[in-house]
């Protein structure tokens, strides 16, 4: 039997800069004994030549529907809306379609039409704990975005669009520009500002908890809470209302009383100016911030909440937040997956890739035979 083939292709969701696999990832895998073909990318973090350097072949941009069956495709976001081809192959990426979310059936349907699989990296695990995951990038930049919306409500006065955003070259960077937003604000309010942050013990919540530290927010104003402090009690909470900006990184995995909505905003007691919805269950119908509904995007960081008070409110809703460090975000996920990358050769055999096929299998199980059929006329 021939080395296992593994394509990674270039991604096209808007300004994802991250990479499932790095240089040095791509150079384990092929000193494994796999052949690693890399699409060339316009917009991956890594040069097309950072690949080639260490023996990958690259493949044209987009060129992965081609690729023969057998070989295993690698990726990192959701593939377009508006393509509905089956699909083929075996798909290690997250597709954003287990739970509900809308679009789900069209997304989910396309591999069982095409005989393909799904290996979904946001559900790989090892002993109940995922064996890898962006969380910590995710909460770091998303509260540092907060940071900046915060900044950008006190200086315009409204809840205006915040402007656009680009990745960063490095942390040290992203972490000088925060400091500047958030002495700005100060410097208008007299004050610190108060950060709630809900998920705090996970790897979302600390990258959120240790941004806040890394700009100097003081302890006492970053409150940090877990499944006690939301067990205690049900939703909605002053205690979000009352913090000038409130961090979600929980994990959803059932309905919960919300943790804000509506009628709690509009109290004459809100001090709440940003909602960064780092978990970004944005069109789940158990959504525990059921204040918007649409996903922002790093050109249009933030939409407004209609609220009856002062201050302004705005969220964000972006679903792909690590990208703003897209190196140090990539390497640290690649490098985390890369003992499972390594057995992919294996991978029905294999515990952590197996339990991907089962739950694969089991949620095709509950797609509505009309959505398949909807699925098939179209093509």
């Known amino acids: 039997m021939g080395a296992t083939t593994l394509h990674l292709r270039s991604e096209t969701k808007p300004l994802e800069h991250r990479s499932a696999l790095t240089p040095t990832t791509a150079k384990a895998l092929i000193d494994a004994g796999y052949t690693v073909n890399v699409e060339r990318s316009p917009v991956r ?37 508006n393509d509905t081809f089956p699909l083929k192959h075996t798909h290690v990426q997250f597709a954003h379609c287990y ?27 090892e002993k109940g704990r995922r064996v890898a995951a962006f969380g910590y990038h995710a909460g770091f930049t998303g509260a540092a975005l907060a940071v900046q919306a915060w900044n950008h409500q006190l200086q315009t006065g409204t809840s205006d669009q915040m402007p656009g955003v680009k990745p960063y070259d490095n942390e040290a960077a992203l972490i000088k520009k925060i400091k500047e937003e958030l002495a700005q604000g100060e410097k208008k309010t007299g004050r610190t500002p108060r950060a709630l942050v809900i998920g705090a ?19 006492q104003n970053i409150i940090k809470w877990d499944m006690a402090e939301t067990g205690a009690k049900p939703g909605p909470y002053a205690e979000i209302i009352e913090s000038d900006i409130f961090v979600n990184c929980i994990y959803l995995s059932a309905k919960i009383p919300p943790f804000i909505d509506m009628e709690s905003l509009n109290g004459s007691n809100r001090k709440l100016s940003v909602v960064c919805d780092v978990s970004c269950d944005t069109t789940n ?95």
């Open 201 to 219: 013990l996970g790897r979302c919540g600390r990258g959120a908890v240790e941004l806040f530290q890394k700009i100097g927010l003081p302890d």
């Open 99 to 125: 739970k509900n979310q809308g679009g789900w059936e069209q997304v989910l349907s396309r591999f069982p039409n095409g005989q393909g699989t799904l290996l979904d990296l946001e559900f790989l695990a």
């Open 285 to 379: 119908p158990h959504n525990p911030i059921p204040i918007y509904k649409i996903n922002t995007t790093f050109s249009h960081p933030t939409v407004p909440v209609e609220v009856a008070n002062e201050p302004p409110l705005s969220v964000i809703s972006i679903d792909h937040l690590p990208t703003l460090l897209p190196r140090e975000a990539s390497e640290a996920f690649s490098n985390d997956l890369l003992p499972y990358l390594k057995e992919l050769k294996n991978w029905e055999s294999h515990p952590v890739w197996q339990g991907a096929e089962k739950l694969f299998k089991e949620k095709c199980d509950t797609l509505p035979q009309q959505a398949e059929k909807d699925h098939i006329k179209g093509l």
């Open 45 to 81: 973090i890594f040069e097309d030549s950072d690949f080639e350097k260490v023996g990958a072949t690259l493949v044209p941009e987009g060129s992965w529907p081609e690729a023969p069956k057998e070989h295993i495709i690698i990726g990192l976001k959701e593939l377009p809306e």
